[in-house]
């Protein structure tokens, strides 16, 4: 990188103060190469163990499970130590709660887990109706063949669990799905939320985590995961400690080992059935929604399971994982599968003879994949089927909705006409581009249309609402489209925005009908490329008949926490009508970014000092220049306050990571000693109260009730027992955390150590939060400049293609 360097010491303003000093390449780097995309990962914050590496990327199946304390994937700021950050394959479902804003004394966050499980009820109804698998592929043959078939008879009922392995048989075929919609469910905040494990539960539990030499600390966490009974389940099964968020198998082991003596071995079933779904959940927090049998087994031959086959089996057998086998689709050709879906593990069954002959011509590969996730993608696609081939609401004529597209102006116009005979549009662009959707809720609007816009974050919502004029929905806000608005009226304008938990939770936004839908014509959903499946299944699913929906966002940014890559995958299967912005960001910080999303880390002109280069040597100096930078430096030479200021580093731990950062930042900002659980009144926090949500704030002050919070614009107290795990300094967060967010004056930190975390979208997204200035304090010198060009996104395994496949056309 083209830089001059400064003095160790010298005072950081002197670098903002120089000017125009921007990332440039010595060396022009190329385009970046293509190729599929994921970010660096999804999953469990804070250091929770996770994947290293996403294991359908890397030849290094081992890679599964790695603990990282970077960002890679964290859920967005869980705030214990390393066991906190829960994923979305074991977090107990009893987190704090988001404010007391829910009716009927239920929290936010309580009503949103309720909506959840009865969604997910709802899908596991409909699989039970099911008769059997559908074929989607060919045949296989050897290990993987009898897997399938141990699979077959288990789900068909044909034979018990406990002997089906030694003796396979086929299950029938199941028949196509029913076209008939499964009915709704109810408006969440009619449902009381969980209340988490008692105290004697939690003892209980204590109790045997101490007589096997496991951290007491962890027992509320296991109590919530296990249940009711949750001492005589791990007595049973230690290795059932896994599934407590950053405990190892390694960890596991030695557990097992204290309550079972002589009886423990690493060939024990209970322990590869453990670690195979273990496996399963790490691969969901790199963003996999399954993985490839092969790089299953080879990832649980790594971590000491004698017969790795066996394991899975056993997971299969139990009903803790579920098998797949998808076609693979050919060059010039589309996924070949059965009507009416493509899917779990299947054989040719009654198949006729053309068919089984085309089928073993056709290759395949066989996933295995947590029940939770493939629920979820299977009731996506059936969703987005179901929106893609139903013709809209009319709302106006024809004639009205092309004069809406006259008035606007751009690819402004494009959106309007597309929704206006269309069930799925989606919307790409970067920030620039909001003004587009902005422009459709208002002509959507003035045709008498319930629109609104939703996004995955608080800070995505505030973030529109302060772009298109309005201001975001508080709990129980009224819908304002009830009536229509005169076209071209000042009362035309868009409505409020609101979060996608608060919507589903109905604490936001227009509420559910009588037959539970969501009572709205329209709906946006901004940052879309952050949705993950699950979310995704539960608004597609709660969207009425003859609702539009529009998903928008900028497909160049870091990708969800959860599994998934849902708008990926759709703007990949062109199954809709797809309209790109032809908007620029303005200024040198547009310039920089939209380079950055090509490939390419160019230099801009910064007459203004928008943008800043502050090269460091080692891990002190970069905190040093960061703190300078934030108190000092920016609020002198660019004029914004510390407080609109945000830092963003690759990840939690290490030396200059977010636990180094904001200890360092509090004590210049905000010192104090801390005595409210490490917090102060006054200090810069995000509050996670389910995974993957964070909530900035700040401290007001503390009693007996817990921490009291004050995060966008609503009180919030958290427990104290849940302070430690769902609230942390929020002056550094990760590119994940920061997701949706954008700010005055961004200082992003790259110190040496963070080579390894630098890729493409990571780069796009922690520049791209800047809004008026961005410095970089940076140690990786010609690293930057490389990761841009050849470190793409890391891709994911997921489903949601070949199940949408067969249920649409394509373009």
């Not at 603990?67 to 987190?95: F, I, K, L, V, Y």
């Not at 080692?618 to 660019?638: C, F, K, N, Y």
Request: proline share 10%.
């Amino acid at each position: 990188m083209s830089t001059e360097p400064e003095p160790a010491h010298e005072d950081t303003a002197a670098a903002v103060d120089a000017g125009p000093e921007t990332p440039g390449a010595t060396s022009g780097p190329a385009p970046g190469a293509a190729g599929a995309a994921d970010e660096d990962g999804a999953g469990a914050s804070d250091g929770t163990a996770r994947t290293a590496s996403s294991p359908a990327a890397d030849a290094d199946p081992g890679s599964l499970g790695r603990e990282a304390d970077g960002e890679d994937g964290e859920s967005s700021g869980e705030a214990s130590g390393d066991s906190s950050g829960e994923t979305p394959g074991g977090q107990p479902e009893s987190a704090g709660a988001e404010g007391d804003a829910a009716p009927a004394q239920v929290s936010e966050a309580e009503a949103e887990l309720a909506a959840q499980r009865l969604e997910r009820e709802r899908i596991a109804r409909r699989k039970a109706e099911k008769q059997g698998p559908i074929e989607a592929g060919g045949k296989l043959s050897g290990t993987a063949a009898d897997l399938l078939a141990a699979v077959r008879a288990v789900e068909s009922g044909e034979k018990p669990a406990a002997t089906v392995f030694a003796e396979p048989a086929p299950a029938p075929r199941r028949a196509a799905p029913e076209p008939a919609r499964p009915p709704r469910p109810v408006a969440a905040e009619r449902v009381a939320g969980p209340v988490g494990p008692t105290p004697e539960a939690v003892q209980a539990v204590r109790r045997v985590l101490a007589e096997g030499g496991a951290p007491e600390a962890l027992a509320p966490q296991a109590a919530a995961l296990l249940g009711e009974g949750a001492e005589d389940a791990l007595r049973a099964n230690p290795w059932r400690l896994l599934r407590v968020g950053g405990v190892r198998p390694e960890q596991a082991d030695g557990f097992a080992r204290a309550l079972l003596g002589a009886a423990c071995g690493p060939d024990d079933e209970r322990r590869g059935r453990a670690v195979t779904v273990w496996l399963l959940e790490q691969a969901a927090l790199a963003g996999h929604t399954a993985l490839e049998l092969p790089l299953l087994t080879a990832a649980l031959a790594e971590r000491g399971v004698p017969d790795p086959d066996a394991a899975v089996q056993s997971a299969l057998a139990e009903g803790e994982a579920l098998a797949f086998q998808d076609a693979l689709e050919e060059p010039g050709a589309r996924p070949a599968s059965a009507p009416g879906g493509s899917g779990t593990a299947a054989g040719p069954g009654g198949a006729d003879a053309a068919e089984e002959e085309e089928d073993e011509e056709r290759p395949v590969r066989v996933l295995i994949g947590l029940e939770r996730f493939a629920l979820a993608e299977e009731s996506l696609a059936d969703g987005l089927a179901r929106l893609v081939n139903s013709t809209p609401k009319q709302d106006g004529s024809a004639a009205d909705w092309e004069r809406a597209a006259d008035a606007a102006r751009g690819a402004a116009a494009d959106l309007v006409r597309a929704v206006a005979g269309h069930g799925l549009v989606l919307h790409t662009g970067g920030e620039a581009s909001l003004a587009e959707p902005a422009a459709l809720l208002r002509a959507a609007r003035a045709l008498g249309l319930r629109a609104w816009a939703a996004a995955p974050g608080v800070l995505g919502r505030d973030r529109f609402s302060a772009l298109a004029g309005g201001a975001p929905s508080a709990p129980g806000t009224p819908d304002p489209g009830g009536s229509p608005a005169p076209e071209g009226s000042d009362s035309a304008g868009p409505a409020p925005a609101v979060t996608v938990a608060g919507l589903l939770a109905g604490t936001e936004g227009p509420g559910r009908d009588a037959d539970g839908a969501l009572d709205l014509d329209l709906l946006v959903v901004l940052d879309a490329p952050h949705l993950d499946v699950e979310a995704g299944a539960l608004l597609v699913e709660s969207l009425p008949d003859g609702a539009r929906l529009v998903l928008a966002g900028d497909p160049s940014v870091l990708w969800s926490v959860g599994p998934g890559r849902v708008f990926a995958d759709l703007l990949a299967a062109r199954i809709c009508p797809q309209v790109a912005s032809r908007l620029p960001d303005p200024g040198p910080l547009g310039e920089l970014v939209s380079g950055i999303g090509i490939g390419e880390l160019g230099q801009v002109e910064a007459p203004g000092k928008e943008v800043v280069i502050v090269p460091v040597r080692d891990a002190g100096e970069a905190v040093h220049r960061t703190v300078q930078l934030v108190a000092d430096s920016v609020p002198r030479a660019i004029g914004v306050p510390a407080e609109d200021t945000q830092v963003i580093t690759p990840g939690h731990g290490g030396a200059v990571g977010t636990r180094a950062l904001n200890a360092a930042l509090k004590q210049r900002l905000n010192p104090g000693p801390g005595r409210f659980g490490g917090f102060d009144p006054g200090d810069r926090v995000v509050h996670s109260p389910v995974p993957g949500r964070v909530l900035p704030g700040r401290v007001v002050t503390a009693d007996a009730d817990g921490l009291h919070l004050s995060c966008a614009g609503e009180d919030v107290v958290v427990p104290p027992e849940l302070v430690e795990r769902t609230v942390r300094h929020g002056w550094a967060l990760t590119a994940h955390q920061a997701m949706g967010g954008r700010w005055p004056a961004v200082v992003v930190v790259l110190p040496g150590d963070a080579v390894r975390a630098l890729s493409r979208p990571w780069i796009y997204t922690a520049f791209g939060r800047a809004a008026r200035h961005l410095s970089v304090v940076q140690g990786v010198e010609q690293a930057l400049p490389r990761a841009v060009a050849e470190v793409p996104a890391k891709p994911r395994t997921t489903r949601l293609p070949v199940l949408l496949a067969p249920q649409v056309p394509t373009d």
